[in-house]
């Protein structure tokens, strides 16, 4: 067969188990040349077993793995052309940071005019031109984050693995590098495949992420995608934020219907096509804080439109965070639910101010219990 150079890695059918335990279950995917593919999960779902069997560190129980179409199975890790960002980098201390990235290109044994001309052309890149004579120590955080990318880079890998090279840092800097990462992946246009359990991190950085769960794929989109198209309850409850009710569907159809949930509060739902849905059955509903109204005053008497759902209830507290802010409300069926608001420090509401809560049939997502995570 000849090899596909379209996609710099193919995963085919992979598996991994550890005894009795399956860590990683049948997983397939491809990634285009030059994309940046995020693998998001919660701690243990097997996303870093897949990336050490993708760099070679594992060897897989099934399947095949192509890295520029053609299979790397029985490869060592150093004959793979696959390099590794890790969360603590993993620079030499003793070495400065010329001495740091030249390092891979002497083991190869590259002469020393060559060396100097990829470092140089390296630093350029990643905009960090005049700390080649630099020690380690006496960078900052995202400059180490910087230094431990272009070590890798300079050597042409087909494939960029980063696990969690984020999660040392404090949370500005966290913030900053998210974008640094987009613009040097951008810069390289190198295969970036990142590892991650911050959904924030997937979805500002990728080109397309795929959520993992408990060893398998449960969907792979544009992080538009994910967040308001999710196909499984376990990706609409993990990626962004939601309200979240269980309730047993009272009457609908194929487009949509009514479901009252455990605590007795009646929710308007649009079918998502991702599953059907009967009378009668138990589901799962999730209704993003953004999507939530909250009505005050005289507002609070206004009729609602037919399609939407509203429940009365009292602040419970604010959340200020800028443009981000949120309140808490305590509904009449007892559960707080979370809705965005804008606070300008001038009218704000209040702990103890009665409220009303509306939103849209079209904005709660529903799926059958079985689904869920």
């Known amino acids: 067969m000849t090899p596909n150079p379209t996609f710099d890695l193919e995963c085919n059918n992979i598996a ?8 990683v279950n049948d997983v397939s995917f491809t990634i285009p040349s030059g994309s940046f593919f995020s693998i998001l999960g919660p701690s243990g779902c097997g996303k870093t077993t ?20 053609k299979s790397v199975l029985g490869t060592p890790p150093n004959k793979r052309n696959v390099k590794m960002v890790f969360q603590h980098l993993a620079l030499f201390p003793m070495m400065n940071v010329y001495e740091n990235i030249a390092y891979g290109l002497r083991c190869s044994g590259h002469d020393k005019d060559e060396i100097k001309r990829k470092v140089h052309d390296v630093l350029e890149r990643i905009a960090l031109p005049d700390v080649a004579d630099r020690e380690i120590h006496q960078l ?35 913030e900053a590098m998210k974008i640094e990462l987009k613009l040097l992946q951008h810069q390289f ?13 997937a979805l500002v950085m990728s080109d397309h992420v795929a959520v993992m769960n408990k060893g398998d794929f449960e969907q792979i989109g544009t992080p538009q995608e994910l967040y308001h ?33 455990d605590q007795g509060l009646p929710i308007k739902f649009t079918a998502n096509g991702q599953s059907q849905i009967s009378e009668g059955e138990t589901v799962d509903i999730f209704v993003r804080p953004e999507f939530i109204r909250t009505l005050r005053g005289a507002d609070r008497q206004s009729p609602v439109e037919p399609h939407e759902t509203s429940i009365d209830g009292v602040v419970d507290s604010l959340l200020f965070n800028g443009a981000n802010s949120r309140v808490l409300v305590r509904g009449s069926t007892g559960q707080l639910i979370e809705a965005d608001v804008t606070l300008t420090g001038s009218g704000d509401l209040t702990p103890g101010e009665d409220v009303r809560l509306a939103w849209s049939s079209e904005q709660a997502t529903c799926f059958a219990r079985h689904e869920a995570s």
């Not at 060897?59 to 793995?65: A, L, Q, R, V």
């Not at 400059?143 to 969690?164: F, G, Y």
């Not at 376990?234 to 269980?246: E, L, Y």
Request: proline residues 4%; contains cysteine; positive net charge.
């Open 16 to 23: 991994k188990s550890f005894g009795k335990v399956r860590a």
């Open 229 to 261: 198209r999710p196909n499984t309850a376990f990706v609409a409850g993990f990626v962004g934020d939601s309200n979240r009710w269980t309730g047993r569907v009272k009457s609908g159809d194929a487009t949509g219907g009514m479901a009252e949930t």
């Open 50 to 69: 897949l990336m050490r069997m993708i760099a070679g560190f594992e060897e897989p129980t099934g399947g095949d793995i192509k890295i520029k179409g």
């Open 140 to 174: 900052s955080g995202g400059q180490k984050q910087r230094i431990a990318i272009a070590r890798c880079m300079v050597l042409d890998p087909d494939v960029l693995l980063l696990d969690e090279p984020l999660g040392a840092l404090d949370l500005k800097l966290r």
């Open 189 to 201: 246009n190198t295969t970036f495949i990142y590892i991650t359990h911050d959904q924030s991190e």
